[in-house]
C-alpha cells in the first residue's frame, strides 16, 4: 500500500527567500504525485502533479518539485516566497487502479515580512 | 462560477442530529469524491462515486451515507451525529476516477457537535 510522509509540520521562512518543503513516499507501483495548498480556511487548489513524465514538473506560482525515484522523494521548491505562499502544503501520492488518495499529513508553511 | 460548491459552509449542530451537506460541480466530471479533514489537518477519503455509482467505500461508519442523484451533485448524509463527526467535509471531483487525474475540491463544510 502506498504511503507518503512529510518531513516537517511547520517550514518558516522569510519572504524572498528560497522554500523547500521535503516529502518522501512508498508505493509497490509507479506513483503519481501530487502537490495542493490549501490556504486558510479554503478548498484544496493543485499545485502540481507528476505521472510518469519529465522528472521536474513545473507548477503555478512558480512552485516546482522533482522526481526522485532513488532517494523515494518529491520535494517542492520555490526559489522566492512571496507572502502570499503562507498555507498548508500536502504531499500526496496515488496508486494504479481505483486506489484512493493518500495525503501526508501537511506542512504549515509561514512566511516571515 | 464556482466550481465546486457544496452548501453550507457551516454547520453547528447537537449531538444525535440527522444533518445533510450538498456537493454540486458543474466541470462535467464523472467522478466525485467525499473527504474529513480532522483537527490535525489530516484528509482522509470517505466515498468516491463514479457516474453515480459507488467505488470507493473507506470504512466509515453507517451513519454516514451519500446519495448522488445524477453524476453532477453527491450529498452526504449523517444520521446520528456524534462529537467526534466535527471536522471539516471536503467534497471533490475529478474528470474519471483515475489515479493521476487532478482532483478539484470544493471550499469544504466545517461540521461542529455540541
Known amino acids: 500500500a502506498q504511503s507518503v510522509t512529510q518531513l516537517d509540520s511547520h517550514v518558516s521562512v522569510s519572504e524572498g527567500t528560497p522554500v523547500l518543503l521535503r516529502c518522501n513516499y512508498s508505493?509497490?507501483?509507479?506513483?503519481?504525485l501530487f502537490w495542493y495548498v490549501q490556504h486558510p480556511n479554503k478548498g484544496l487548489q493543485l499545485l502540481l502533479k507528476?505521472?510518469?513524465?519529465?522528472?521536474l514538473v513545473k507548477g503555478i506560482n512558480g512552485f516546482e518539485a522533482e522526481f526522485k525515484k532513488s532517494e523515494t522523494s518529491f520535494h517542492l521548491t520555490k526559489p522566492s516566497a512571496h507572502m502570499s505562499d503562507a498555507a498548508e502544503y500536502f504531499c500526496?501520492?496515488?496508486?494504479?487502479?481505483?486506489?484512493?488518495?493518500?495525503f501526508g499529513k501537511g506542512t504549515r508553511l509561514s512566511v516571515i515580512a | 462560477d464556482t466550481a465546486v460548491s457544496q452548501t453550507p459552509k457551516y454547520l453547528v449542530t447537537q449531538m444525535g442530529n440527522d444533518k445533510s451537506i450538498k456537493c454540486e460541480q458543474n466541470?462535467?466530471?464523472?467522478?466525485m469524491y467525499w473527504y474529513k479533514q480532522d483537527s490535525k489537518k489530516f484528509l482522509k477519503i470517505m466515498f468516491s462515486?463514479?457516474?453515480?455509482?459507488?467505488?470507493i467505500n473507506e470504512t466509515v461508519p453507517n451513519r454516514f451515507s451519500p446519495k448522488s442523484p445524477d453524476k453532477a451533485h453527491l450529498n452526504l448524509h449523517i444520521n446520528s451525529l456524534e462529537l467526534g463527526d466535527s471536522a471539516v467535509y471536503f467534497c471533490?471531483?475529478?474528470?474519471?476516477?483515475?489515479?493521476?487525474?487532478?482532483?478539484?475540491f470544493g471550499p469544504g463544510t466545517r461540521l461542529l457537535v455540541l
Open positions: 471533490a471531483s475529478s474528470q474519471d476516477g483515475g489515479f493521476a487525474e487532478t482532483q478539484y
Open positions: 508505493s509497490s507501483y509507479s506513483p503519481s
Open positions: 507528476y505521472t510518469s513524465a519529465a522528472t
Open positions: 500526496v501520492v496515488s496508486e494504479a487502479g481505483n486506489t484512493p488518495l493518500v
Open positions: 466541470l462535467g466530471h464523472d467522478t
Open positions: 462515486y463514479n457516474n453515480k455509482e459507488l467505488i
